[in-house]
């Protein structure tokens, strides 16, 4: 039995849906930490943890996620995507340990490719946000080359916190109209989909960088009339382009991730890349009913 540690998974959308998954696994034993428990961020009191608990493979969920809130504290952003995770992986260079960490799509900028990006194409973030979060990548792989793997992912929706899915299904039983973005395009992501797909990386020891996203690909008014539709509310959606609905940092138009790489990984298991509207129906069914 291999030994998990899952920063950020007491509280985290995605942290939470690791623990889950792998508590249900006879792979692995597994404990949760996070800022309630101890400073992360102090490298002593890390250090010392990691050496009393000694485990074998660490995922690491803690980002500074607020994609607005970052243009406003770029330092703090930077000090929890980068400098936090380029701590970590120093930390477990001294170890055998193995560390799997999250990265976004939003590493990438605009572009006139129109088709789903791999994990050579050239990285551009156009937000504190994604330049950030390249940044905590960079950190990482300077220090374990060929011990940890870099999953970028996108869109996240799935159980036990608030996300993109539970806000347009309140305002869709509040609303009978509701105006949402189609001019942006990436990938829904289902977060038990992407704890398993990490569980298999981390298994097979499988280094590097990866995008792990559902198959398929919508916009923001795509994937919000789905849901509306499979939930079964008498609701309409209506498009609007980013122009009218302004916000602070600048969204990729077009961010959509080739998983060929990941499903190379996944051949031999049972936990394949799936459609997002396949996902997204389990998740509404499972969770939102």
Same mark, same amino acid.
């Given at each position: 039995m291999q030994k998990a540690l899952v920063l950020g998974g007491a509280s985290g959308l995605l942290g939470q849906a690791l623990v889950s998954v792998l508590t249900k696994t006879e792979n692995w034993q597994v404990k949760s930490l996070g800022r309630s428990d101890i400073n992360v961020f102090d490298e002593k009191a890390l250090a010392a943890f990691l050496k009393e608990f000694q485990p074998d493979v660490v995922f690491n969920t803690i980002?500074?996620?607020?994609?607005?809130?970052? /243009?406003?504290?770029? =330092?703090?952003? #930077?000090?929890?995507?980068?400098? *936090?995770?380029?701590? #970590? @992986?120093? %930390?477990? $260079?001294?170890?055998?340990? &193995?560390? %799997?960490? *999250? !990265?976004?799509? *939003?590493? &990438?900028? !605009? +572009?006139?490719?129109?088709?789903? #990006?791999? /994990?050579?194409?050239?990285? @551009?973030?156009? !937000?504190?946000?994604?330049?950030?979060?390249?940044?905590?990548?960079? /950190?990482? *792989?300077?220090?374990l080359p060929k011990q940890a793997a870099v999953l970028r992912t996108a869109w996240l929706f799935g159980p036990w916190k608030k996300n993109f899915i539970t806000t347009i299904l309140q305002l869709a039983q509040k609303k009978k109209q509701l105006t949402v973005v189609a001019d942006q395009c990436g990938s829904p992501t289902y977060t038990l989909d992407l704890a398993r797909w990490s569980a298999v990386v981390a298994e097979k020891r499988a280094y590097g960088l990866f995008h792990a996203v559902n198959a398929?690909? $919508?916009?923001?008014? /795509?994937? @919000?009339?789905? $849901?509306?539709?499979? $939930? +079964?509310? =008498?609701?309409?959606?209506?498009?609007i382009t980013s122009s009218q609905w302004p916000q602070k940092a600048k969204r990729p138009p077009y961010s959509v991730l080739s998983t060929t790489k990941l499903a190379n990984i996944l051949d031999t298991s049972a936990f394949l890349i799936r459609p997002w509207e396949e996902a997204l129906a389990e998740y509404i069914e499972q969770f939102m009913s």
């Open positions: 980002a500074w996620t607020q994609v607005d809130d970052a /243009e406003d504290h770029p =330092d703090q952003a #930077l000090e929890v995507n980068a400098t *936090f995770a380029g701590m #970590l @992986a120093r %930390l477990l $260079a001294q170890t055998s340990c &193995f560390l %799997l960490h *999250f !990265s976004t799509d *939003f590493v &990438f900028g !605009s +572009h006139s490719q129109r088709l789903p #990006l791999t /994990e050579t194409d050239t990285p @551009a973030p156009e !937000s504190v946000y994604g330049r950030t979060k390249l940044a905590g990548e960079q /950190e990482i *792989f300077s220090f398929g690909q $919508a916009s923001w008014f /795509e994937f @919000a009339s789905k $849901a509306i539709q499979l $939930a +079964h509310i =008498d609701g309409t959606v209506l498009p």
